[in-house]
């Protein structure tokens, strides 16, 4: 617990075609994953009268972006897993590890969300697949939990 | 007994883009993206707590693609050139080798494209013909889901062959919704005719014809065709040759999957 999280003790899941909640951190990029949590917009509130801006928020945004380099093994590689969920919702969970991978009462950020992509580039020679992740509509909204 | 996935070792020196019949790679210096985008439709009711979306209709999209402005025949700038302002239509694979050249099973991006222009520019002091492609409007009407496998690389057959099989549901998807194949015929055969048909199997080993192309190999040439309804989990390619010596081709497939 504390100030002790690392991007390397991450696990990111997103479920496949089948429904089955596959792991596909070993090819997630460092450094690639954003969005995570709720993005407020602000409503500028501020009165010619006031004495400094001042803001409310919108209703908030989870765009969760991540890239992944493009790994075709069966049943589980990032490829395999997202070419067959693009446009489809699946539940997506993040979860955070304290110091090492996660357990119990970690921090964990999970949702119903839909993909969109996967758009394949090229990154520093390899093959790699941007995609990016919005709440479903009529699902219940993500939010920040506890797991594992 | 079906080809096995080689994981992750997909590197941009092992592309390979064929575009009509001809492989570009050898002039190929930048690709933008290759991209299924089913597009999103914001829902969000002002009483939700968060933004929330449903999917809207699909775009396919291979942008950015850069070579060098090669003029000699069957290469970049003698393929890619818009002469007379028309509009190129093409069949494009591009093929992911897995730490080589592209072969059976490899991932590719299978697409029935127009051409949007053929913008030359300079690039570190070369002359560069970049193309964009989207979705041919003129001839694909259905599956044209673009992420597929490689069922032939681009080498040469002598004789009458049954390539090695591909596990198209790698273990999760179902195949209820047609698939898309181009033949790309990069080196034409000189003395008789190919016949080339993909062949679908429920169990890998009882196989049927799924579809067959039209193309005989006789010359540098491409063709898509498609396939509605069921796909089973294997298939795999068969070409058969009368008096044909040599033909060297490769053959995308894409089964729709979403």
Known sequence: ?148 | MAVTASGKDKLQRHMRLLVGGYDLSGDARALGSASYDPTEVDMTGWSNTVMQYLTNIPEVVLDGFEALMNDDTGRAYDVLKTSGGAANLHEVSLLFGGGGEPAIGDPAFVMGAVQLGDMVASSDGVAVVTANFRVDASSVTSFAYPHGVVLHGNTAETATFSSTSVDLTNGVYSLANGAQAIIHVTSAESTGTWTFTIEDSANDSTWASLVSFTVDGTSITSERVTVAGAVDRYVRLTGTNGTATSCTFAVTFAPVIP
Request: avoid cysteine; charge should be negative; aromatic fraction near 8%.
């Open chain 1, 1 to 148: 617990m504390g100030k002790d999280i690392l991007e390397r003790h991450l696990i990111f899941f997103f479920d496949d075609s089948g429904g089955t909640a596959r792991d596909l951190t070993d090819d997630l990029v460092p450094g690639s994953i954003t969005g995570i949590g709720l993005d407020h917009p602000e409503i500028n509130m501020t009165g010619v009268g006031n004495d400094v801006n001042q803001y409310l928020t919108n209703t908030p945004n989870s765009e969760i972006g991540a890239q992944f380099f493009m790994n075709d093994t069966a049943t589980t590689g990032a490829y395999t897993v997202l070419k067959g969920q693009s446009g489809s919702a699946g539940t997506l969970t993040i979860q955070f590890g304290t110091g090492a991978a996660p357990t119990t009462g970690d921090p964990e950020w999970e949702g119903e969300y839909i993909l969109f992509g996967p758009s394949i580039s090229v990154s520093d020679g390899a093959m790699v697949m941007d995609v990016t992740f919005r709440p479903q509509s009529g699902a219940a909204a993500p939010d920040w939990t506890t797991g594992v």
